[in-house]
């Protein structure tokens, strides 16, 4: 069965820094457009960062230059480093892999992991 854990959320003062973790079993991340969501509370889900299988990347404007997604196939994990953490940053925190068939988008989604940006 496909499942994908995220981890490595919790409370952080501005300024401070977090490393998510996603742990991906029944399924192969890296044969996936995999990525990183959040959803702030009366917000919209929004992507924060993706990386193809390829290995090319993309951010959201806002997080470009704090946060870095990365992937451990070996481990069949993905990651997302955030640094310079905002209060904005504030969310819950996705990841998923994702994939294209006929025009037709289909993903799988982690369960969510609560990232906390406060003094």
């Known amino acids: 069965q496909e499942q994908l854990v995220e981890s490595g959320g919790g409370l952080v003062q501005p300024g401070g820094s977090l490393r998510l973790s996603c742990a991906a079993s029944?399924?192969?991340?890296?044969?996936?457009?995999d990525g990183w969501y959040r959803q702030a509370p009366g917000k919209q889900r929004e992507l924060v960062a993706s990386i193809t299988s390829g290995g090319s990347t993309n951010y959201a404007e806002s997080v470009k230059g704090r946060f870095t997604i990365s992937r451990d196939n070996a481990k069949n994990t993905l990651y997302l480093q955030m640094n310079s953490l905002k209060p904005e940053d504030t969310a819950v925190y996705y990841c998923?892999?994702?994939?294209?068939?006929?025009?037709?988008?289909?993903?799988?989604w982690g369960q969510g992991t609560q990232v906390t940006v406060s003094s």
């Open positions: 029944g399924i192969i991340f890296s044969i996936y457009t």
């Open positions: 998923n892999a994702a994939w294209r068939v006929l025009g037709q988008d289909y993903a799988y």
